[in-house]
């Protein structure tokens, strides 16, 4: 019974039909089970996985730090479409990393660089 139910949990991650882009070594999508804009990069120190934590965007405009699995970093490591604007979310290439933005909260991630506004 786990192992089905594991199944299940997992089955949408992997076929999730993500748009995703990439700066460097950061990679952002979105359209997977976690909702808003999900970001993967090596200067995530919380709850790191493989080398990179995660950032998550919220609609709401919130900021969270969720636990970073295999599963969740190749859904956005697969995405693609290479779009930098995603539903009512506004992203853009800055200075080698990425910023993205809602509700005016959001986040700039670099290879070495995170921090909020």
Same mark, same amino acid.
Request: glycine residues 12%; aromatic residues 6%.
């Given at each position: 019974?786990?192992?089905?139910?594991?199944?299940?949990?997992?089955?949408?991650?992997?076929?999730?039909?993500?748009?995703?882009?990439?700066?460097?070594?950061?990679?952002?999508?979105?359209?997977?089970?976690?909702?808003?804009?999900?970001?993967?990069?090596?200067?995530?120190?919380?709850?790191?996985?493989?080398?990179?934590?995660?950032?998550?965007?919220?609609? @709401? /405009?919130?900021?969270?730090?969720? *636990? #970073?699995?295999?599963?969740?970093? %190749? =859904?956005?490591?697969? $995405? @693609? /479409?290479?779009?930098?604007?995603? *539903? #009512?979310?506004?992203?853009?290439? %800055? =200075?080698?990393?990425? $910023?993205?933005?809602?509700?005016?909260?959001?986040?700039?991630?670099?290879?070495?660089?995170?921090?909020?506004?």
């Amino acid at each position: 019974m786990g192992v089905l139910l594991a199944a299940l949990v997992l089955a949408p991650i992997a076929a999730a039909s993500a748009r995703g882009f990439h700066v460097g070594i950061v990679r952002c999508a979105v359209g997977l089970p976690l909702h808003g804009v999900v970001c993967a990069s090596p200067s995530l120190h919380s709850r790191p996985y493989d080398g990179r934590g995660l950032v998550q965007l919220l609609p @709401s /405009g919130r900021l969270r730090l969720p *636990r #970073a699995g295999s599963d969740v970093l %190749l =859904a956005i490591d697969r $995405a @693609s /479409g290479l779009r930098l604007r995603a *539903r #009512a979310y506004g992203c853009a290439r %800055l =200075a080698g990393g990425v $910023a993205c933005v809602r509700h005016g909260h959001g986040f700039f991630l670099s290879n070495r660089v995170f921090r909020r506004f």
